[in-house]
């Protein structure tokens, strides 16, 4: 059975640091496009990162403060999360694809989900 489990969630002050990961199994592994995205209450679920082949792409409001990567012969994704703000306060969700991804920021492009971490950064 499929599942993907994200530890490392939690309350943050402003100006702190978070690394989320992303653990999958019960698939046979490979180095499959994996991405991260979040979501706010209210608004809709937005990509923060993509990793493909160590090749990595960033949203313009994470980029600099936040670095994504791949496990190294592990089916693993991290998300460092440095100089958090209160706005970054969301509940983070990893994704991977089996497939292409053409547009990583396409919810639509992933085939399978985490359940979700919530990050809280407090001003």
């Known amino acids: 059975q499929l599942h993907l489990w994200e530890p490392g969630g939690g309350w943050v002050q402003t100006g702190g640091s978070l690394k989320l990961s992303c653990v999958v199994s019960g698939y046979p592994y490979r180095q499959w496009p994996m991405a991260w995205f979040r979501q706010a209450p209210g608004k809709e679920r937005e990509g923060v990162a993509f990793i493909r082949d160590g090749d990595t792409d960033y949203a313009d409001f994470v980029r600099g403060r936040f670095t994504i990567s791949q496990g190294n012969g592990e089916p693993t994704s991290h998300l460092k999360m440095n100089s958090l703000k209160p706005e970054d306060t969301a509940t983070y969700y990893c994704?991977?694809?089996?497939?292409?991804?053409?547009?990583?920021?396409?919810?639509?492009?992933?085939?399978?989900w985490g359940q979700g971490t919530q990050v809280t950064v407090t001003s």
């Open positions: 994704a991977f694809s089996d497939g292409g991804v053409e547009i990583w920021g396409d919810v639509s492009e992933y085939h399978y």
